[in-house]
């Protein structure tokens, strides 16, 4: 039996004025997605629970059939896991975005997307103006960086689950007065961030970006931190080897966690120019190796936060016709398989946010009745009996043998 998982981001929505009041899915033409749904079931599933950040760190935790409950430490030690860095049992991964502060504004949280190399100069520079310190601090790509708290049994960190950050995308032309860190260990986030506002506006990188008319790195952002979270690996939960196709890291990052393999596709960009039919393609190689396919599609979240609807129903079409069609007819011709599309969270146009609530799924395969259903979209699934407001149950109801 093969199984395919496909997730188009943020693709759940609501009713669009422009668009006669339909959502987005309702609006697109997705015939391979409408034939999942025809040949199988529609339903829905609320993956987020309400006291957790909206968005695809808990919500892709959930598809994966992980209680986010039990298993959610943090956004950081996710990207950790994606970029291979080993974290002990003392050790905290905190995001540590460079972002440009002015009059107490949150003006860009990607302080003008930074350059990598810029990035890792300022970073550098704060790592030897702290001395010897347990703390980390580890370049990534732009904007998107991490330090890592190094504790150990003698010398704890400070830092429990009720530390609590926010993201600076969240902050965005807002008053960052009242949200720098709370919680245990706060001071030394406050007091990191304070150090950084010192040191960095002076910069030979800052004078350089100022000189260039871009805005300067005035503040790191400290945010989503967490242990390394211990995932029973999906192999071992489930009996079944998967393979994640992305281009975010946070998705890669969960991936490593449960024990997927992770496949780069060449043209993968996780925006609205992304290959789609070469992501297409490799899964379907991919399911000659593997018993379980999952492809990730950042494109629909991203039209979504630019509040572009038509740009959002050309993603939605583009994953249907080079990505849903051809693995469904591969997965036709290779025996038993089940299919399964359903995006992470809602991320509606009309706010350019993402959502918590719920997002509709079609599924069709070995065992699961045909319902009778029209199509894919929010108001079918809306009407379906299979409404799974604990979102993690939904994987080991794919994946069971059992009927639907
Ligand atoms: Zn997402």
């Known amino acids: 039996m093969k199984y395919v998982l496909i997730i188009p981001d943020g693709c759940a929505d609501l009713p669009v004025d422009a668009l006669g009041g339909k959502t987005p899915l309702q609006a697109a033409h997705v015939p391979a997605m409408d034939a999942i749904a025809q040949e199988g079931m529609v339903g829905r599933s609320d993956n987020t629970p309400a006291h957790f950040p909206a968005g695809s760190e808990v919500a892709n935790m959930s598809l994966f059939g992980y209680d986010p409950n039990r298993y959610f430490t943090g956004r950081a030690p996710i990207e950790a896991a994606a970029r291979g860095l080993q974290l002990g049992p003392y050790d905290w991964a905190i995001r540590c975005n460079t972002v440009t502060i002015e009059n107490q504004i949150m003006v860009d949280f990607t302080a003008g997307h930074v350059s990598t190399e810029e990035s ?35 010398n704890a960190s400070p830092f429990s689950s009720d530390t ?22 706060c001071d030394w986030l406050s007091d990191l961030m ?9 910069h030979p990188v800052n004078v350089d970006r100022r000189a260039r008319g871009l805005r300067p790195v005035t503040h790191l952002w400290l945010w989503g931190l967490g242990k390394t979270p211990t995932l029973e690996s999906f192999a071992q939960r489930f009996g079944v080897r998967g393979a994640m196709i992305t281009a975010v890291d946070l998705l890669r990052g969960l991936a490593a966690l449960v024990g997927w393999d992770r496949i780069e596709v060449p043209g993968a960009t996780g925006y609205l120019d992304t290959d789609y039919a070469a992501k297409g393609r490799w899964a379907v190689d991919a399911l000659n190796q593997y018993d379980m396919v999952c492809v990730h599609i950042e494109a629909p979240d991203e039209a979504s936060h630019e509040g572009r609807v038509a740009e959002k129903i050309k993603a939605l079409e583009s994953i249907d016709q080079h990505i849903v069609g051809p693995i469904h007819e591969a997965l036709k011709k290779q025996g038993e398989y089940r299919i399964l599309v359903t995006p992470d969270h809602p991320t509606p146009v009309s706010t350019k946010k993402h959502a918590h609530g719920w997002v509709p799924f079609a599924i069709c395969g070995q065992g699961i009745a045909k319902q009778g259903c029209v199509g894919y979209d929010e108001v079918q699934a809306g009407k379906s009996s299979l409404q799974f407001a604990n979102g993690w149950e939904l994987m080991p109801r794919f994946l069971s043998r059992s009927d639907f």
């Open 164 to 185: 609590k950050t926010r993201a600076p995308h969240d902050l965005t032309d807002l008053s960052v007065v009242d949200d720098y860190p709370r919680g245990p260990g």
């Open 120 to 154: 890792q100069r300022l970073l550098e520079s704060m790592q030897a103006a702290m001395g010897p310190q347990p703390w980390e601090f580890v370049p990534g790509v732009s904007y998107r960086n991490l330090l890592i708290y190094r504790g150990s049994a003698g």
């Open 194 to 202: 304070q150090r950084s506002a010192e040191l960095l506006p002076d």
